[in-house]
């Protein structure tokens, strides 16, 4: 899809957050790594860290249909890994969403962690340690 037409706007490409620790055995966590778990989704997501792009463009990059590109990228937005950032207008004038990668770092701490209060500090820990 080469011959777009210019966003109303600039395209948001988000910036350096803090960073997000999941522990291995949470819900948040599964489907993290639900998301990750098809190399269609990984595909998908390095492409979008070398520059925004609709599921039309990310279909012709990752040479899958634009069904299954919208397919993880919902489920890589469910996830917190890919953003919306903008919009772009193809030659026909309809409106297609563009899509970028949050860009916040995240942490997956696997281990013997109790309930006992332990998980809290592992996360706070590793929080203070990678601000």
């Known amino acids: 899809m080469s011959g777009l037409l210019p966003s109303d706007g600039d395209v948001d490409v988000g910036g350096e ?6 522990l291995f055995d949470d819900e948040e966590t599964e489907e993290l ?25 990310l279909a012709d990059s990752v040479d899958t249909s634009i069904q299954n590109v919208r397919h993880h990228l919902g489920n890589l937005e469910d996830a917190e890994l890919v953003q919306l950032a903008g919009t772009r207008y193809s030659e026909k004038g ?36 990678l601000e």
């Open 17 to 22: 957050g803090s960073p997000r620790v999941h």
């Open 33 to 57: 790594i639900g998301s990750l778990s098809c190399a269609t989704a990984r595909e998908i997501l390095s492409s979008l860290h070398e520059s925004p792009a609709t599921a039309a463009e």
């Open 94 to 129: 309809r409106e297609m969403k563009v899509y970028a990668p949050t860009d916040d770092p995240f942490v997956v701490c696997v281990g013997g962690l109790d309930d006992d209060g332990a998980r809290e500090g592992i996360v706070d820990a590793i929080e203070s340690f």
